[in-house]
């Protein structure tokens, strides 16, 4: 801390005495505080705060922070002067140290007037000798433009209710924070059954189709605030601590590096992935690093322009000076300890990756024409480049009677992370000593496969042109084939145990396996993984609530006059497609189970494509469980403080294996009846 102080870090020490009562005089205004406060990235002894304070005069202000152990702060620990300024926007950060571990600690802002913030509530982590069972929530994906975010509001009332061995010590978020693409109300009043909330008008906001994105410092942090300004979001942030990880719509929907997509054009943007970077630092209390140094008084961004970026190093990176400083303007990834059991290890998906392979020209010529998935072989192969094959990819890429040159077979397999993270990734890994090794992923590493090779001739007009099972080819980590299997081998051959992916954005609940190959390549799974739903953003299973009538929709979707539709699609995924047509011609369920096939997906023991709500995972020295929490359908603000009515609640449990063994989840329905998703 006393190095911090030096590098001009706000840094706040609670001194060993005696707790005192607060003298600072003040009255609660939370108009002028109108983001609320938040807390963010706890370890044994510290944690960062936040809040923003505008003023509409002058560049510098302070604020007084206080930290107590009581939230009538009649035992204050710490107060503290901290620096708010007009050149972050009016977000304030601190720094406070010298905390006890495992301990719920109360803190707010005040002004030089006496107007303060509201309270808010945080927990520091457990020492790393302290065998406490660890208890966590993970979420991903507020879209608070399409829906409510009616799952903070569940979470917040159980939490209340909870046993003290039993509530939540702090919230992984995993990304898609806010979404930058933003509709006006007056271009676009519904999406399926969903109004559209007006957020305002982006600064220097650019359109696109009905969306309109930031271009500037501005718009993003116009964004940041219309996402905060959402009670349910200021109520949870100010209840837990949060751990954040961003995902793409922190920068740009189809994103990387420094590129944005619209309209299948890629643009150089250098200057809007730092203006990203620093909004998302000015608005998300967390430790990580950025070029401009330790201080959290501001984030003094890197001046870069918008260059062409031409030239690419062996891993797809653009080596174009610009480039360059933008992704490194900021450092994302991480890792945070959580008592004895449980190690955090972030990583970021979207700043080093290279171009999706699929997404060349190159590939455009080859599709899969009326099916819903792509060959999964030819997936792997322009994944793979010259590494496919124990080194011998093929000289063409054929789907049917197509055929292309195989394009990829002189680069390097893809890459998400890059080398520098992968590198780093891999030492966390080996090196954690944590009982569980939770890797958030952010976007999910399980296959979406099906098998189109059973679809029934008289429903297609072309036969399948793969030579088995296809992918419905989302490009997050699940397609980075070569790369997911380098991890998960790393895992089976360092005999990690306790390994554990959690994920977001597919706006959907998955839970199973993480493994290396599925058949006919082989199964051997080497950890678990789950994906949790999000919290408002609509995903797959809705949108095919709205598919017309053509002969594949039974895969998706069975609509029956006068009942909800039932989403298919999960029985498409995790029993294939005979089985989702039983259930769309019949509505037996047991029937569908029986025609499973058993090779489809072996790693996924649960999928809903049209779930919402939050996952909870609890982990002590035997054993982890992570309970989907899943909420209707968010279309509007719940009217009740639980949040609204749930649609069910699931555990899935598994025992700590030893190392060199696979794991074993035993499912569990709580509440509720998921019975397409099990």
Same mark, same amino acid.
């Not at 080596?319 to 059991?341: D, F, P, Q, W």
């Not at 992916?501 to 609940?509: A, L, Q």
């Given at each position: 801390m006393a190095s911090a102080a030096s590098l001009g870090v706000c840094a706040i020490w609670a001194g060993r005495g005696a707790a005192v009562p607060s003298r600072v005089a003040r009255h609660e205004d939370r108009t002028l505080y109108p983001q609320g406060v938040a807390s963010g990235d706890p370890d044994d002894h510290s944690v960062v705060l936040w809040t923003r304070r505008p003023f509409s005069e002058g560049a510098r202000h302070e604020l007084t922070v206080e930290v107590a152990l009581d939230a009538e702060f009649r035992r204050v620990v710490a107060t503290a002067k901290a620096p708010v300024l007009a050149a972050a926007d009016w977000t304030c950060?601190?720094?406070?140290?010298?905390?006890?571990?495992?301990?719920?600690?109360?803190?707010r802002f005040s002004d030089d007037s006496g107007a303060g913030s509201r309270v808010g509530r945080t927990i520091t982590a457990p020492r790393v000798s302290d065998g406490r069972p660890v208890r966590f929530a993970f979420?991903?994906?507020?879209?608070?433009?399409?829906?409510?975010?009616n799952a903070y509001a569940r979470m917040i009332w159980e939490d209340e209710r909870a046993p003290a061995d039993r509530k939540i010590g702090f919230v992984l978020h995993l990304g898609d924070f806010i979404y930058e693409l933003v509709e006006y109300t007056e271009d676009v009043q519904h999406r399926y059954a969903r109004t559209v909330y007006d957020l305002g008008h982006i600064p220097d906001g650019r359109k696109v189709g009905n969306f309109n994105v930031p271009t500037t410092l501005e718009g993003y942090r116009h964004v940041y605030r219309a996402h905060i300004d959402d009670p349910d979001i200021q109520n949870a942030r100010a209840h837990f601590p949060f751990i954040c990880m961003g995902d793409n719509h922190e920068f740009s929907w189809l994103g990387w590096q420094s590129f944005t997509k619209f309209g299948g054009k890629i643009e150089s943007a250098q200057e809007l992935r730092v203006a990203a970077n620093q909004a998302w630092w000015e608005f998300i209390p967390s430790r990580v690093r950025k070029v401009s140094g330790d201080r959290l008084d501001q984030f003094a961004a890197p001046a870069v322009k918008n260059t062409p970026i031409e030239t690419f190093d062996e891993l797809g990176?653009? %080596?174009?000076?610009? &480039?360059?400083? !933008?992704?490194?303007?900021?450092?994302?990834?991480?890792?945070?300890? $959580? #008592?004895?059991?449980?190690?955090?290890?972030?990583?970021?998906?979207?700043?080093?990756?290279?171009?999706?392979?699929?997404?060349?020209?190159?590939?455009s010529a080859l599709d899969s024409g009326e099916y819903p998935v792509l060959p999964q072989e030819w997936l792997e192969i322009v994944d793979g480049g010259k590494d496919y094959d124990g080194g011998n990819p093929p000289a063409t890429i054929a789907i049917g009677d197509k055929s292309i040159p195989n394009f990829r077979k002189d680069e390097h397999a893809h890459t998400v992370l890059g080398r520098e993270q992968k590198a780093w990734l891999k030492n966390q890994l080996t090196g954690s000593t944590a009982t569980w090794k939770i890797w958030g992923v952010t976007?999910?590493?399980?296959?979406?496969? %099906?098998?189109?090779? &059973?679809?029934? !001739?008289?429903?297609?007009?072309?036969?399948?042109?793969?030579?088995? $099972? #296809?992918?419905?080819?989302?490009?997050?980590?699940?397609?980075?084939?070569?790369?997911?299997?380098?991890?998960?081998?790393?895992?089976?051959?360092?005999?990690?145990?306790?390994?554990?992916?959690?994920?977001?954005?597919?706006?959907?609940?998955?839970?199973?396996?993480?493994?290396?190959?599925?058949?006919?390549?082989?199964?051997?799974?080497?950890?678990?993984?789950?994906?949790?739903?999000?919290?408002?953003?609509?995903?797959?299973?809705?949108?095919?609530?709205?598919?017309?009538?053509?002969?594949?929709?039974?895969?998706?979707?069975?609509?029956?006059?006068?009942?909800?539709?039932?989403?298919?699609?999960?029985?498409?995924?995790?029993?294939?497609?005979?089985?989702?047509l039983e259930y769309a011609a019949s509505g037996d369920i047991e029937k569908a189970r029986v025609l499973t096939n058993p090779d489809n997906a072996p790693h996924v023991e649960f999928v809903d494509m049209a779930g919402h709500g939050y996952s909870v995972v609890t982990a002590d020295a035997n054993g982890i469980e992570t309970e989907f929490v899943c909420i209707v359908r968010p279309i509007t603000r719940a009217t009740t403080p639980d949040g609204g009515p749930l649609r069910y609640r699931v555990s899935h449990r598994a025992k700590l294996w030893k190392p060199g063994m696979s794991p074993k989840l035993e499912q569990k329905v709580l509440e509720g009846d998921p019975k397409l998703s099990i």
């Open positions: 950060r601190a720094m406070v140290g010298g905390l006890s571990p495992a301990t719920i600690y109360w803190y979420v991903s994906c507020n879209s608070v433009n399409e829906g409510a975010q990176f653009g %080596t174009e000076a610009n &480039n360059r400083i !933008a992704v490194g303007s900021m450092t994302a990834y991480r890792a945070l300890r $959580y #008592g004895k059991h449980i190690e955090v290890i972030l990583t970021d998906l979207h700043s080093y990756k290279a171009q999706d392979p699929t997404d060349r020209p190159e590939a976007n999910g590493p399980m296959d979406q496969r %099906t098998d189109p090779q &059973n679809i029934p !001739a008289e429903l297609v007009k072309e036969k399948w042109p793969g030579k088995g $099972y #296809g992918s419905f080819a989302n490009p997050d980590f699940s397609s980075a084939y070569a790369e997911r299997a380098e991890i998960y081998d790393l895992v089976r051959d360092r005999e990690i145990s306790g390994f554990v992916t959690v994920s977001g954005d597919r706006h959907s609940f998955w839970a199973g396996y993480a493994a290396p190959a599925l058949p006919p390549a082989g199964f051997s799974p080497v950890g678990l993984s789950f994906i949790t739903g999000s919290i408002s953003a609509p995903g797959l299973g809705e949108a095919c609530e709205y598919y017309k009538e053509f002969p594949l929709r039974p895969l998706y979707v069975r609509k029956v006059e006068g009942a909800e539709p039932e989403h298919t699609i999960n029985l498409t995924i995790k029993r294939g497609v005979r089985a989702a």
